[in-house]
């Protein structure tokens, strides 16, 4: 009973830290933390001379809000320490899988055979952002 128990408990905890994982993919340097990054679109438009610290990538379900998204994107670069963001690329894309199953069915008198078939598709929409993020030189 103790060792189901062990077990339920364990399996809740991965459930819950599943459900909590990052939307973000980051690769690069990390500095101390930043306060209010700036927001470009164009490296032409960054008039202070900087270094590029990495790359963020950040996928959310596109039933959010995409201002949700930018300032989830805003606060995980103040956290890795950048003095700006530029975002390179802002995309929806469209997922899915079908899944679907047949089923017996009996025979008839004349030898023929009736079957059962049913499919579904499930639809994902994602808001994905790719944004590189910037340090200013001193």
């Known amino acids: 009973m103790n060792r189901l128990l062990n077990l339920s408990v364990l399996f809740a905890i991965l459930l819950f830290g599943a459900s909590c994982s990052s939307p973000f993919s980051y690769f690069g340097k990390t500095y101390p933390a930043t ?3 700036e927001l470009f679109f164009r490296e032409a438009d960054v008039k202070k001379e ?5 790359k963020l990538q950040a996928e959310m379900p596109a039933d959010n809000n995409s201002d949700k998204l930018q300032r989830k994107v805003m606060r ?5 320490g ?3 963001v530029i975002i390179d690329n802002f ?3 469209t997922g899915g899988f079908t899944s679907g199953g047949v089923g017996g069915g009996k025979r008839g008198k004349k030898g023929g055979s009736v079957g059962v078939s049913t499919s579904s598709t499930k639809v994902k929409k994602n808001i994905n952002v790719e944004a590189t993020l910037i340090k200013y030189k001193k």
């Open 35 to 37: 306060e209010n990054p």
């Open 76 to 80: 995980e670069a103040a956290r890795k």
């Open 50 to 54: 900087y270094e590029v610290m990495g």
């Open 82 to 84: 950048a003095d700006a």
């Open 91 to 93: 995309d929806l894309t």
